[in-house]
């Protein structure tokens, strides 16, 4: 399993990590996704550990943090062996400070979650979503005291914009506060969203992305093609719906192209997928969720080959989505003079 940094840091975190939203199965929501218990999850985790697997991603609201007990029971004394990232904003509460990002909030949440991961500290906390109401200033500075504290070591955030990221790392700069070295985000070959500012965000200020849905809800596990219907053990044949946002006959395209280069290989078309997004300038890990240990096989699979340029030229092609302004403009005539700190054209 190739190691890559997080972002700028001094972390290093493999290509695949595990994500843990199959745990638990608390609630319709969250027992769509998955009803894994302990054994289940210590099997999985077993999995991962062998092929090199060293990020396990959970969060306070996968079913009502149940997810993150059974990640702490299933990893018991392999804990200080592996990266552990969790996630808080949500509500977790009935009460008006249950949610969000306020001081009070971040200060209990973290505090709850180290006794649920069984653990004495969070290798990498991340911001779940933005919190309108609560002053950025307000939020960093409580995350920076925990690092302070020894309670959390690294800081990232998810699903945040562009101009947002920016934003509070001026204000760590300005404050010397801790830096956020990531973005947990939607990114797959059905969605390529966060090229037009993210991307070029993370190039510039060095800080990396761990993609989450790589296989957009299943989409592009090779289970959907054009003509056919939806398999009844997917979540679109339950009618269980999606998350992410998918262009179909693009996506179906997409698709198709592929499963043409998984059929000439010889592996799955969800491999080609996870593969594609290896070769993006500013991944530095993919989750991978699996609710059977089969699957979980063969996505890992995915790191032990490499697309070839002309491969990555072909599901670039047809996965590439119309560009808004100023992104085609800038695109077109800044191409001269690329960014990051290896010099990556946009």
């Known amino acids: 399993m190739q190691m890559r940094y997080l972002g700028h840091s001094g972390l290093q975190v493999s290509a695949l ?11 319709d929501y969250f027992a769509g996704l998955g009803t894994q218990d302990v054994a289940d999850a210590r099997r999985l985790l077993d999995i991962s ?3 090199g697997v060293n990020l396990f991603d959970t969060s306070d609201i996968y079913s009502g943090g149940l997810a993150e007990e059974i990640l702490g029971e299933a990893l018991g004394t392999r804990r200080g062996r592996v990266i552990v990232a969790t996630k808080i904003r949500f509500a977790t509460g009935a009460g008006p400070n249950d949610a969000g990002l306020s001081r009070h909030h971040v200060l209990n949440a973290v505090d709850a979650s180290l006794r649920r991961l069984n653990t004495d500290h969070i290798d990498l906390l991340q911001l779940h979503e933005i919190d309108p109401a609560t002053p950025l200033d307000e939020t960093l500075h409580a995350v920076d005291d925990l690092v302070r504290a020894g309670k959390v070591r690294y800081l990232g955030v998810s699903n945040y914009s562009a101009w947002m990221i920016t934003k ?6 300005a404050r010397g506060w801790e830096r956020i070295v990531s973005h947990q985000a939607y990114y797959s070959l059905a969605c390529r969203d966060i090229e037009f500012e993210l991307v070029p965000c993370a190039l510039d200020e060095g800080f990396g992305h761990i993609v989450w849905s790589p296989l957009a809800g ?4 090779g289970k959907f093609r054009r003509g056919q219907e939806a398999p009844n ?4 044949g339950r009618g269980w719906g999606d998350i992410v946002p998918i262009e179909d006959e693009r996506g179906l395209d997409t698709v198709e192209v592929a499963a043409e280069i998984a059929e000439a290989r010889g592996v799955s078309v969800a491999q080609v997928a996870i593969n594609w997004l290896r070769t993006r300038p500013t991944v530095s890990s993919v989750i991978l969720g699996a609710r059977r240990e089969e699957q ?8 032990t080959w490499d697309l070839t340029p002309e491969e990555t030229e072909r599901l670039d092609a047809v996965s590439s989505p119309r560009v808004p302004y100023p992104q085609w403009h800038q695109w077109d005539w800044a191409a001269d003079r690329p960014v990051g700190p290896n010099r990556v054209a946009l």
Do not use: Q
Request: net charge negative; no cysteine.
């Open 218 to 221: 299943g989409f592009l596990s």
């Open 296 to 303: 979980l096989v063969d996505n890992l699979a995915a790191a």
């Open 233 to 236: 053990d997917s979540r679109r």
């Open 168 to 173: 509070a790392l001026g204000i760590a700069e």
């Open 49 to 51: 550990i062998d092929a």
């Open 17 to 27: 990590g595990f994500g843990t939203m199959t745990f638990g199965g608390a609630g």
